[in-house]
């Protein structure tokens, strides 16, 4: 079993910056495939990232638009997501969830672990 513990969010201007992290628990992070998704207020969840287990091939969704990075420090169990260039509409609870050895571009159904969330609030 995996947990999965978000940090990072908070209060930022538009246009500013944050790095939300995932630090998952066990010995067999490098075997999950990590996403991160958001979910705003009245509005269903979607996926924003996510990165591979294997070959750390990641997959964005389209309203990043290169703003979003994301990665991971298998060393350190730990998954990030730079965010650069936020905008109002980035506000969101922001979910890290994990799934065994399955590629990057599964559905956020075939994901087994999640985390309980980090608050993102983006003020213009």
């Known amino acids: 079993q995996v947990q999965l513990v978000e940090s990072g969010g908070g209060l930022v201007q538009a246009g500013g910056s944050l790095r939300l992290s995932c630090a998952a628990s066990?010995?067999?992070?490098?075997?999950?495939?990590i996403g991160w998704f958001r979910q705003g207020p009245g509005k269903e969840r979607e996926r924003v990232a996510a990165?591979?287990?294997?070959?750390?091939?990641?997959v964005y969704a389209d309203f990043v638009e290169g703003r979003f990075t994301i990665s991971r420090d298998n060393a350190k169990n730990t998954a990030y997501l730079q965010m650069n260039s936020l905008k109002a509409e980035d506000t969101a609870v922001y979910y890290c969830?994990?799934?065994?050895?399955?590629?990057?571009?599964?559905?956020?159904?075939?994901?087994?672990?999640w985390g309980q969330g980090t608050q993102v609030t983006v003020s213009s």
């Open positions: 066990g010995r067999t992070f490098s075997r999950y495939t």
């Open positions: 990165i591979s287990w294997s070959t750390g091939t990641t």
């Open positions: 969830a994990a799934a065994l050895q399955v590629p990057s571009t599964i559905t956020a159904r075939a994901y087994d672990y």
